[in-house]
């Protein structure tokens, strides 16, 4: 073959490759409004930044060749604000992004660069599963398993997954590895296709309720967020990795501080009922805390009795666990101490301070939860916070009850605590306490009833609290956000520089 043979047959593969699977599948869907995988990276990335590895793939068996352009996985290398990141594109018109042998080394070789080069690996799921023909008959059972760290998570660099159609086998494994994931509504997310499952278990099988975005955001807890176009999935994808380090050896970077940011902090106290028994919003007192629109909730719709939230305060990135009294008072249940914990591994594994804002009356109790291990849960959650290594903050706003106070930073499980006025910190609310210490009703003797409860609540104040140094301080609501500001400059001078040890890095994405 002559060098001008050569080059023209390079720009014939060239060619093929970038043509996908073909002008009538990429016009369908073009037609239902849905990017294909090479569109979503020109949205995702910086223009003209992408660097592809592997287009000239092809699926390994004779008779996928010519059919399996790039082999149905767009990888890469490319940059999001500058920032270097690595990428995998399911390019679901090229076999459905079946997975194979070929296109698994691609994403090995994506992963192991990343790690080594320290950048976030990004995962845009959309897949039909395991590739058959490859993976059937003894073969095929060989090619499983040749890495044996092909899932370990050890939050070397952050992983984000994007789901944005339907996602079987490795799109699945890859976002239950990953640090955030985001799904636009209508995409699948499970173990195998609703078809499959349905011939399985031999019986009807709804796609939406095997796998749709309501029970990953609602149920599982699998997916952090839900969006409607995949324009907004990867606006959310850029807006995650804003607030991480490129890896867990760099701190997170600073940014600048927008303008009217705590200018309205004696909105605060207007924010919280007089009683600590009426309910409220707590996300409109984190917004006026933290810098302007800087708030980023994660598992909005999950364990919602607690927000878990990434924001920044002063232009630092911090994570916020904070108790939100509009859903089941602010109890915390089972699902509340998963979310609480997986927000702890994520801020510990990349350098992210975690403030608690508390106003909790202990965990929910009842049958209900222990049917669900509440006890293992509640001692994991207790377990990852011991093992934290960045800075923690507290600040007790209302209450903070039993021994979801050590849960929620009480105690010396926080570098420093500040407590509002009101605050009360008794083992149980003292109307409760009075019935279970002294078996009196209010009805049975008011006078007393209101007595014993006064007691009470005055032995737990924050001025106690403080007297003892238990806390470091009692502050206004309005100053919440300074005294923020003043002790993340405090205790984020480290010898390390902002990097903790990362005790955390491989507990388990999903428990």
Not at 40 to 69: C, K
Request: glycine share 10%; aromatic share 6%.
């Amino acid at each position: 073959m002559s060098l001008d043979e050569a080059q023209a047959e390079l720009t014939r593969r060239r060619e093929t490759a970038l043509a996908m699977g073909g002008a009538a599948k990429l016009a369908a869907r073009a037609a239902e409004g849905v990017l294909n995988a090479r569109q979503r990276l020109d949205v995702l990335l910086d223009p003209d930044s992408f660097s592809e590895t592997g287009l000239l793939a092809q699926g390994i068996r004779p008779e996928m060749r010519g059919r399996s352009a790039a082999d149905g996985k767009i990888a890469g290398f490319g940059r999001i604000g500058g920032r270097p990141v690595a990428v995998v594109s399911n390019d679901f018109t090229v076999l459905g992004a079946s997975s194979s042998a070929i296109n698994g080394k691609k994403i090995q070789h994506v992963k192991r660069i990343a790690a080594r080069s320290g950048m976030p690996v990004i995962y845009v799921g959309e897949s039909a599963g395991a590739r058959m023909p490859d993976r059937m008959g003894a073969a095929g059972r060989a090619m499983l398993g040749q890495d044996p760290t092909e899932y370990l998570r050890e939050r070397t660099t952050p992983w984000v997954s994007a789901m944005l159609g339907p996602c079987y086998g490795s799109s699945t494994w890859y976002a239950c590895l990953s640090d955030f994931v985001v799904m636009r509504k209508g995409a699948k997310m499970s173990v195998a296709s609703g078809r499959v499952t349905s011939i399985a278990i031999s019986q009807a099988v709804d796609a939406e309720e095997l796998g749709g975005w309501k029970l990953h955001t609602d149920t599982t807890g699998l997916v952090d967020l839900a969006v409607d176009t995949d324009e907004e999935a990867l606006a959310a994808v850029k807006r995650f990795l804003g607030y991480l380090p490129d890896h867990a050896g760099a701190a997170p970077p600073r940014c600048e501080v927008p303008e009217g940011s705590g200018a309205d902090g004696d909105a605060i106290r207007a924010a919280l009922p007089e009683s600590r028994h009426q309910t409220y919003d707590v996300r409109r007192i984190l917004r006026l805390v933290a810098d302007a629109e800087s708030l980023f909730e994660l598992k909005g719709r999950f364990g919602r009795s607690l927000v878990t939230a990434l924001a920044r305060i002063d232009g630092r990135s911090v994570g916020l666990i904070a108790s939100n009294p509009l859903f089941k008072g602010g109890a915390i249940d089972v699902d509340a101490c998963r979310k609480a914990t997986s927000f702890l591994v994520l801020c510990d594994s990349f350098n992210i301070p975690i403030i608690f804002m508390t106003d909790q009356p202990g965990f929910l109790i009842g049958m209900a939860g222990e049917l669900r291990g509440a006890p293992g849960l509640i001692m994991n959650w207790m377990n990852a916070l011991s093992l934290v290594t960045v800075p923690k903050l507290q600040v007790v706003m209302r209450k903070s009850y039993g021994q979801a106070y050590l849960n929620m930073g009480g105690g010396r499980n926080a570098d420093a605590t500040a407590c509002w006025p009101m605050a009360d910190l008794g083992f149980v609310d003292p109307v409760i306490g009075v019935s279970i210490l002294h078996g009196l009703k209010r009805e049975d003797d008011p006078e007393r009833f209101d007595r014993l409860a006064e007691e009470l609540g005055r032995d737990s104040s924050a001025w106690e609290l403080a007297a003892l140094y238990e806390a470091q301080d009692v502050i206004e609501p309005s100053e919440t956000r300074d005294w923020l500001a003043n002790m993340l400059e405090v205790h984020g001078r480290r010898l390390s520089g902002g990097v903790g040890t990362h005790r955390l890095a491989a507990w388990p994405t999903s428990f």
